[in-house]
């Protein structure tokens, strides 16, 4: 069998959905790859920086792991900005349905508002923008820890001469993760609060 008979999903046999499954799970195995790719591709995306959104992504991460964080605030912080070329308008909600089966909720969390927090940085710079467009979340047990994750990594990191860590050195790290079980608990960890700081690494 190579494809399945149907033309219709209510058509579909048992062994249709039983290769299919197979299919999908052998897929699923090469999700951090795609993601590698897509990041390198992010070279496409918006200019006018003085760094591309690779250099932005890259430095992020770098920052993050130098700060001594975990693997999962250094792969959140590598991806964050997965989505600038295919979702603009809400690029860091499409981060945070990547990342939500395989992170720690705080992390997922952290991304998905992370726009909101930003805008602390330039919405008083333009019209109609909120500045303070992060204060919708305050009391958000995650709140310090976005606000935290903007100031040290994601709004500072737009240096075109910090040394920044190669692409390369990160691919184990989003392996690793995206190598876990979906949804497993004991990763998610609903409610817990993981410093993004803790011993700096050289």
Wanted: hydrophobic residues 35%; negative net charge; glycine residues 4%.
């Amino acid at each position: 069998m190579d494809r399945v008979s149907f033309t219709r999903m209510k058509d579909g046999t048992k062994e249709d959905y039983e290769f299919l499954n197979e299919h999908e799970i052998d897929h699923t195995k090469h999700t951090a790859k795609r993601l590698l790719k897509a990041l390198v591709d992010l070279d496409k995306s918006l200019s006018g920086y003085q760094i591309t959104r690779l250099g932005h992504s890259v430095q992020s991460a770098s920052r993050a792991w130098r700060d001594g964080a975990d693997t999962d605030w250094v792969v959140a912080a590598l991806l964050h900005d997965i989505g600038d070329i295919y979702a603009p308008y809400n690029h860091d909600e499409y981060a945070a349905t990547i990342l939500k089966p395989f992170v720690r909720e705080q992390c997922t969390w952290v991304v998905e508002k992370h726009g909101d927090f930003q805008m602390l940085y330039y919405g008083q710079h333009l019209e109609g923008a909120d500045q303070h467009k992060r204060e919708r979340h305050r009391g958000h047990p995650y709140f310090d820890d976005c606000a935290e994750f903007c100031e040290r990594w994601d709004q500072a990191s737009f240096d075109p001469d910090y040394d920044d860590l190669p692409l390369d050195f990160f691919a184990p790290m989003v392996e690793e993760v995206f190598a876990r079980t979906p949804y497993d608990p004991d990763v998610i960890r609903p409610g817990v609060r993981v410093p993004l700081t803790t011993e700096p690494r050289a």
